[in-house]
């Protein structure tokens, strides 16, 4: 989403400015071509040499610079850049952003900016708390800026509260989910995303499980959430960090999935659901650890667990639904039976028992299956670019 894009950084002079510093380094990093304008207070604080050898371009200050880069600087910074961002953003420059005030290159650069302006506010709480900064801050979003909220931790001042500045990365995420949200080519979709296994209780101690890692629906939701859908992901448990920017449901059921889904299923375009679903569980829960006795063995009776997908098939109005099918034999056969049967728009076929498919690897082999029998096979692959090959089907297909 960075990649090319051209952003105007603003820096003001609060002692988060250091970290603007690496802003800058990650946003470059992450493809993105930045120029800085500093206020006066900020070169205080930071030299401007530093800002200038870390975005590759001079750094401007001055209305009346004898040498501007640019001729009308502020003019052409504006038209040049797709975006502006303020971090950190003083309650200063707020105010004077909710003023209209326009002293120096700055705020003159900002007041002439009709691109979208992101704003990183960072002080003292009490600042921060201040009506007359709360306010500005109401107005700019009512004008539609767009306004990171700041960090809560220790602050310069010795107190702990809210008014850090985000860290570089959360902001350069944070840029990206906007960058996405308004371009993305998923941005009017909502997706559902099932990931990991779920876990049938035996006793306080014990489960029925699976070897589902989550990283392949895992995967898709991050990639959804990159191109800007909606993402709803509900997942068994993973060590996996839910991906930053989609709605996280944690369950550990079957049945608190199928719960989970059906809430929200009306409202979803595409559900995606890569989980590993247990299919039967455990008749009786112990409520103490079941303990060993003798040399018996243990009879476990299972009762059959509810097919989600299945009962999504039976109730699917808009939605496109696209399973998943883990196979160690008869891969495709078995697959296209799953179509029919869970009356799916797609399939995700992998034969688990090859080398780099399936549980815990960071790669796939997959075959996509369609209900008109069509079967396109993909190589060997990251499990993020399994995901981008499977939403651009999705992107087809909710086109039609
Ligand atoms: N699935 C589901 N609910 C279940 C079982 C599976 O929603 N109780 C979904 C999975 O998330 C996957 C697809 O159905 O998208 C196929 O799952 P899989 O485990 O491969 O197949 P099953 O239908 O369980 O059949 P079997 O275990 O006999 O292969």
Not at 96 to 121: E, F, H, R, S, V
Not at 215 to 243: F, T
Request: proline share 4%; net charge neutral; glycine share 8%.
């Amino acid at each position: 989403m960075l990649t090319g894009k051209k952003i105007v950084l603003g820096v003001t002079g609060g002692i988060a400015v250091y970290k603007a510093v690496d802003l800058v380094s990650k946003l470059t990093q992450a493809g993105a071509q930045v120029r800085v304008v500093m206020s006066e207070a900020a070169t205080k604080l930071v030299t401007p040499l530093t800002f200038k050898e870390i975005s590759g371009h001079a750094v401007a200050i001055d209305m009346w610079c004898a040498n501007p880069e640019f001729n009308v600087e502020h003019i052409a910074l504006v038209e040049w850049a797709d975006l502006m961002i303020i971090a950190p953003a003083t309650a200063n420059v707020i105010g004077k952003m909710a003023g209209g005030i326009a002293d120096d290159l700055l705020t003159t650069t900002i007041l002439a900016c009709q691109k979208p302006i992101i704003i990183c506010p960072a002080m003292n709480s009490g600042m921060y708390n201040k009506p007359a900064v709360q306010e500005n801050l109401q107005k700019l979003k009512d004008w539609g800026t767009i306004i990171m909220p700041p960090a809560a931790g220790h602050l310069a001042c010795g107190t702990i509260g809210i008014g850090r500045l985000p860290e570089p990365i959360a902001i350069v995420e944070f840029v990206k989910h906007y960058l996405a949200a308004t371009e993305g080519d998923l941005r009017d979709l909502t997706i559902l995303v099932t990931a990991a296994g779920t876990r049938e209780a035996i006793d306080p101690v014990r489960y029925i499980g699976n070897r589902s890692s989550g990283k392949m629906g895992y995967a898709v939701a991050k990639a959804a959430a990159d191109r800007g859908a909606k993402v709803i992901l509900v997942s068994g448990p993973s060590v996996l960090k839910p991906p930053a920017s989609v709605e996280f449901i944690s369950i550990e059921s079957t049945q608190q999935m199928l719960d989970a889904v059906l809430e929200v299923y009306d409202d979803v375009d595409v559900v995606i659901k890569a989980a590993a679903v247990a299919d039967y569980r455990s008749r009786k829960v112990e409520n103490q650890k079941i303990k060993k006795s003798g040399d018996e063995g243990l009879n476990l009776v299972l009762d059959k667990n509810p097919d989600i997908l299945q009962i999504l098939g039976q109730r699917k109005k808009q939605q496109i639904l696209v399973g998943f099918a883990a196979e160690t034999q008869n891969l495709l056969d078995n697959a296209q039976e799953k179509i029919k049967k869970k009356n799916l728009d797609m399939i995700v076929a992998n034969d688990v028992t090859l080398p780099g498919a399936g549980f815990n690897a960071d790669t796939n082999v997959v075959k996509f299956l369609f209900p008109d029998g069509q079967v396109t096979s993909l190589e060997k692959m990251p499990k993020s670019e399994v995901a981008e090959a499977i939403l651009d089907i999705v992107r087809e297909k909710s086109k039609k």
